[in-house]
């Protein structure tokens, strides 16, 4: 249910309009936060909160001058979710094992 709200939302209020790639890797984000949440709820929503806080840190800081760094590139900014996916996802995730029932379909019985 949650996926098709967000598609809904991607489609008709966030791009306005249905095209290709339209989600541009954000479903990859949120692979990502499922595996950070260990497959639970409540971590889970925690670890997009902590992702989308990523993404909007890294839109606010496009063209502000930081201090000993300077003035960092957009395309560096536009990466930053991407590349502190991966970084939490290799040094703080640990061992998660996945749901047993993961690819396999459901058939309903009665």
């Known amino acids: 249910m949650l996926c098709g709200l967000a598609g809904a939302y991607l489609s008709i ?3 306005a309009g249905f095209g290709r790639e ?3 890797g954000k479903g990859y ?3 990502a936060a499922m595996i950070f949440g260990k497959w639970n709820p409540i971590p889970t929503l ?10 909007a840190l890294g839109v606010r800081l496009e ?3 930081l201090i000993w760094i300077g003035e960092v590139p957009v395309q560096v900014m536009q990466a930053l979710p991407y590349v502190l996916t991966v970084v939490l996802l290799a040094g703080f995730i640990g061992k998660a094992r996945a749901p047993g029932a993961i690819g396999v379909p459901y058939s309903k019985e009665g």
């Open 13 to 15: 209020a966030h791009g």
């Open 22 to 24: 339209m989600s541009a």
């Open 29 to 31: 984000i949120a692979l």
């Open 46 to 55: 925690l670890a997009c909160l902590l992702f989308g806080f990523l993404e």
């Open 63 to 65: 063209g502000v001058e």
